[in-house]
């Protein structure tokens, strides 16, 4: 699958958003509709779609879902050397990139970081709060998220999480944007990408759907704390989507007035 060089776009039009699929189970969900006014185009990496390494070939921005394999699970998920060389080579090209859970376990990886298999702290499934670090202020991706906080002290935000695997060391020069209370490296930026843990293209369906999977967490649990807090949920979701809209529309701009 080859796109158009998105540095300098020859016609007008929507910008090209390439999203990478890595588990039949772990879709763009939500963010099918809050990714308005761009093209998304995926590559199911599961069913054996050819995931470029070229990140001209991804169009103006990448998107790296999750699933339930690990980030080092080569044999498993053949797709993931490919797919950790197009994450390291998006974010240094300047390419508006999003790696959601397993996807930003990849990101680190390519960059140079470290990830714990099986963490020691266990499964991190549900509702969490992401805290947000004084890094995060400004951040043109997620800073807009500190301003639907309850209180600016407390400075967190609710957020789907499903993960038991977690990066351990960021990579050299990354920004640490986000913790919780039970894992570390929630978020963070490098180069043009951003690594996320949590999951907030996940919908109560899709994360209900992930916990009646697992023998080990509560489902109803699960779809109680989602409800609880659905409207705060889905109004985070929607501004990282938004953001990153903004983004790529933004950087395609920048990157054809340098041509």
């Known amino acids: 699958m080859t796109f158009e060089n998105s540095s300098a776009p020859s016609t007008p039009g929507p910008r090209v958003v390439t999203v990478i699929q890595q588990d039949a189970n772990v879709p763009l969900d939500m963010f099918e509709k809050w990714l308005d006014g761009v093209e998304v185009r995926t590559i199911h990496s599961y069913a054996g779609d050819e995931v470029p390494v070229d990140p001209a070939e991804v169009g103006d ?4 879902l999750g699933g339930e394999m690990s980030a080092v699970d080569d044999v498993v998920a053949p797709w993931l050397p490919a797919t ?8 240094v090209a300047g390419v508006p990139t999003l790696a959601i859970c397993l996807g930003a376990q990849m990101l ?3 960059r140079g970081g470290r990830l714990q298999v099986a963490a020691p702290p266990g499964i991190e499934t549900g509702v969490i709060d992401v805290q947000w670090r004084p890094e995060a202020v400004g951040d043109v991706l997620l800073g807009g998220l500190l301003d639907l906080t309850v209180a600016e002290e407390r400075r967190s935000t609710p957020m789907p999480s499903n993960h038991g695997d977690a ?13 919780s209370a039970m894992y570390p490296y929630q978020a963070f930026r490098i180069g043009s990408a951003w690594g996320v843990q949590f999951h907030p293209e996940a919908g109560t369906d899709l994360l209900s759907q992930w916990a009646e999977g697992d023998d080990d967490v509560d489902a109803a649990e699960v779809r109680d704390a989602y409800a609880s807090r659905a409207d705060e949920l889905t109004e985070a979701g929607r501004t990282i989507a938004q953001a990153f809209v903004r983004l790529v529309n933004e950087s395609t701009v920048t990157r054809a007035a340098l041509v």
């Open 108 to 110: 680190a990886l390519a």
């Open 84 to 91: 950790r060389e197009l994450l390291a080579a998006a974010s």
């Open 167 to 179: 990066v351990v060391d960021l990579p050299r020069g990354a920004a640490w944007l986000a913790s």
């Open 61 to 64: 921005g990448l998107i790296v």
